[in-house]
Nanobody
Framework: VVRPVESGGGTVQAGGSLRLSCEAS?????????MSWYRQAPGKDREFVSQ??????????DSVKGRFTISQVDQDNNRKTLYLQMSTLRPEDTAMYYC????????????????WGQGTQVTVPP
């Protein structure tokens, strides 16, 4: 089972920066993984923020393009670490940020399985 655990959230002034991390254990180098960040503000639906796929291609929501940067590092011991560098933060970036790991079909698994973390709170006061 893949277990993503987020960290790095906090309260930061508008215009400031923050780096989120997501450590995903239980991965295998024999399957491809896409890793993503989503966020959910109070009273709103969860929304896509950014993704980096198994070949390193990244994509971003329009609202964060040019301000956020996603990256991913393969670690030892069946772990991957996903980062989200957030700059020029705005009050509207306030939300719970979630890490999602999609294990794509491979020799050992015939379908895509998705795994979510518990989230880390980012607050940018007005």
């Amino acid at each position: 089972v893949v277990r993503p655990v987020e960290s790095g959230g906090g309260t930061v002034q508008a215009g400031g920066s923050l780096r989120l991390s997501c450590e995903a254990s239980g991965v295998t180098d024999r399957c491809p993984y896409d890793m993503s960040w989503y966020r959910q503000a109070p009273g709103k639906d969860r929304e896509f923020v950014s993704q980096i796929d198994s070949v390193g291609t990244s994509s971003y929501a329009d609202s964060v393009k040019g301000r956020f940067t996603i990256s991913q590092v393969d670690q030892d011991n069946n772990r991957k670490t996903l980062y989200l560098q957030m700059s020029t933060l705005r009050p509207e970036d306030t939300a719970m940020y979630y890490c999602k790991v999609d294990r794509r079909p491979c020799k050992y698994f015939s379908r895509t399985d998705s795994f979510w973390g518990q989230g880390t709170q980012v607050t940018v006061p007005p």
